[in-house]
């Protein structure tokens, strides 16, 4: 895959270098945002998203990647399914949960890649819709989803530091998958 890279199903076993990689990424974006690096570092934090990927591998109706870099290394990841919205219809809209990049891994076509499996399985679901939510603050994801297709809908939720989460729509062609 690009740049020496490869998507793979995650496991079980990948629970903890999911949150590892959790952890920096987020770290990097909440950071930049603003955010006191202090509450970032916590244990108890790492702990409740070490529970919470725990979750999320054992439920069927979630699709969990690693992007493996070279040596096997986890460098990304991507989760993704059903809307957390209850007004969001599952048979038409798919939603991106979070894509993680470590940031040494940034420039490298990670996150495109992931994104565009995101798409893929989406058109696979039979959805018409990608949803997500953003932090508002988080620039270079904003950015990102941009130069995807991504657009603001209007929709918004209280996020941390009086910066809200921001609600993003793209357009998925079921008749063929997006290649952005």
């Known amino acids: 895959m690009d740049k020496g890279f490869r998507l ?6 990948d629970v903890d270098i999911l949150t590892e990689v959790h952890t920096r990424a987020r770290s990097a974006y909440y950071t930049a945002g603003g955010m006191p690096g202090q509450e970032l570092t916590d244990p108890a934090g790492r ?5 919470a ?3 999320v591998l054992s439920t069927p109706t979630r699709t969990t990647l690693c992007a493996e870099g070279p040596g096997g290394s986890v460098v990304g990841l991507l989760t993704a399914g059903p809307p957390h919205h209850e007004k969001l219809d599952a048979a038409t809209h798919y939603e991106l949960y979070q894509i993680g990049v470590l940031p040494r891994a940034w420039g490298n076509g990670v996150g495109g890649a992931l ?3 995101f798409i893929v399985r989406a058109a696979a679901a039979g959805c018409a819709e990608g ?3 953003c932090w508002a603050s988080n620039t270079r994801a904003q950015r990102f989803y941009a130069r995807h297709g991504w657009r603001p809908d209007g929709a918004r939720r209280a ?6 989460y921001v609600r993003l729509r793209v357009e ?9």
């Open 47 to 51: 702990a409740e998203r070490r529970d």
């Open 8 to 13: 793979r199903e995650a496991t079980i076993q």
């Open 172 to 180: 998925v062609d079921r008749g063929q998958p997006c290649g952005t």
């Open 53 to 55: 990927w725990a979750r």
């Open 131 to 133: 949803v997500l939510e």
């Open 115 to 117: 994104h565009r499996e």
């Open 159 to 164: 996020g941390p530091m009086d910066s809200d």
